[in-house]
């Protein structure tokens, strides 16, 4: 069960026109419940319109500093997204989870980092880059794609950064709507991540890249790094929108699931159809199970299959060692044998 505190809005800052940061105040008895590492994300609550909706989204501040704050940016028909950038104020107050996510960086030294971004898949990046910059002597190397300098979100901080450590970081925007001095056009693709590795720094060797976007963006460069001779193991990603293809659906039979859930030391059973998703049903029997994105982007709803067997029809954030050991998301998961039991503590 995902543990909510609540958190006054201390400030709210207009990032782009349709971006919003929003700065939290901390009490002191809950400082160490919101220690972060860079990269990690918070999963908020709110009731809107008389519905619970919570979403994920990443910390842009380095852990270094005493701020926690998150970015949203409003899509299209977003509930959460368009309520927190029209309707939120400074005073309000959220519900949020302790922090948590995979997608991270502990800054070394001696480290030559590198990260291609598109649009609001700077919020963790950010992060990441204070962080090194910050703590050590390391250099990181930013490639940032948006359409115009009015969507960069923290264009002028970055600005900043790169003017206060001109020999660790480097920066470059890649712009698709518009031509800028210093910059480069069109989307991040497999020509623009070889510009930058194999000839901008051809002489530099890159020892972790960390890409946060688009899931075609991810892909290309991810392919083109390794291609480059960057190990598959040394590449980190985050998927802000979730692909709209699902995979091994051919697998998910008609049929029913005696299953199991391990949950705050509490086992609970039930029958559940193979067609629906272990989380959809674990909430509809009134398990508090944890949750956020629902789309298998974010990794809140891992749990550990125990006995028998479960498919995903989505994918983008367990490794083949995490499956290996039983885990799946369960926001993706179908049963496939008549009996199932699942574990929401032991991850």
Known sequence: MSTFYKLTIQQIIKETKDAVS?????????????QFMAGQYLTLKATIKG????????ICTSPQINRLKVVVKAVENGKFSTFATTELKEGDVLEAAAPEGKFILTPQEGKNYIAFAAGSGITPILSMITSVLQDTSSTFTLVYGNRS??????????????QEYPKQFNLHYVYSRERQDNTLFGRVDKGHVNYFVKNLYKETTFDAAFLCGPEAMINIASETLQESGLDKSAIYFELFTASTT??????????NTEITVLLDDEETSFTMKQTDTILAASLRNKLDAPYSCQGGVCSSCIAKVTEGKAIMTKNSVLTDAELEEGLVLTCQAHPTTQKVVVDFDDV
């Open 246 to 255: 699902e995979e091994n659906t051919d697998q998910i039979k008609e049929g």
């Open 149 to 162: 300098i009015a969507d960069t979100i923290f264009y002028n901080d970055l600005n900043l950064l790169q």
């Open 22 to 34: 929003i700065l939290f105040n901390v009490p002191d008895n809950l400082k160490d419940t919101f």
């Open 51 to 58: 519905e619970e909706v919570r979403r994920a989204y990443s």
